[in-house]
């Protein structure tokens, strides 16, 4: 995982409709960094629905939800309408923004050692910088998880 406090690594990729969202242009609001394995499978679903479930908190706090994932637009686009997002979700199909954030890499999988996406979060400030990290995500609960550290962050600005 990245270190809080440090600026958060830039980057420019793809998101569902193929517009480049480039993380230094949010600078300003709040950024909800998540990336997981796969759309439409039962983790990744719950997960995505419970940060949509939260959106309009997220929304009310001026905090963007992010999902990043290897998937396609297409695959996206159809996610998305499956389920409603109301968020972006981008497409890192080499990995390299996965790498970056320590997203991608050997991890324990049913007791198997294994490479793939490692289910993770960054909360990124309003100038850039990771105020939190997880790595380890209960899916169904994880977006409250990560509104409460919002919040609590807000506190500790004002």
């Known amino acids: 995982m990245l270190e809080n406090g440090t600026v ?23 950024v909800v960094l998540y990336f997981y394995p796969r759309d439409n499978t039962p983790g990744c679903t719950r997960e995505a629905c419970s940060f949509n479930d939260e959106l309009d908190q997220f929304r009310g706090l001026n905090a963007t939800v992010v999902g990043v994932s290897a998937d396609s637009a297409a695959s996206h686009q159809k996610f998305i309408a499956r389920y409603n997002l109301g968020f972006t979700l981008l497409t890192d199909a080499g990995h390299d923004v996965m790498t970056r954030y320590h997203a991608y890499g050997e991890k324990l999988m049913y007791g198997k050692k294994t490479v793939g996406v490692i289910r ?12 939190k990290s997880w790595n380890k995500v209960n899916t169904a609960t994880h977006a409250k ?14």
Do not use: C, W
Not at 19 to 24: E, G, K, Q
């Open 120 to 131: 993770s979060t960054y909360l990124i400030s309003r100038d850039g910088t990771i105020l």
């Open 8 to 30: 958060a690594p830039d980057f420019t990729l793809p998101d569902q409709n193929g517009n480049d969202f480039t993380l230094s242009a949010h600078r300003g609001e709040i």
């Open 145 to 158: 998880v990560v509104m409460k550290a919002l919040e609590e962050a807000e506190k500790g600005q004002n």
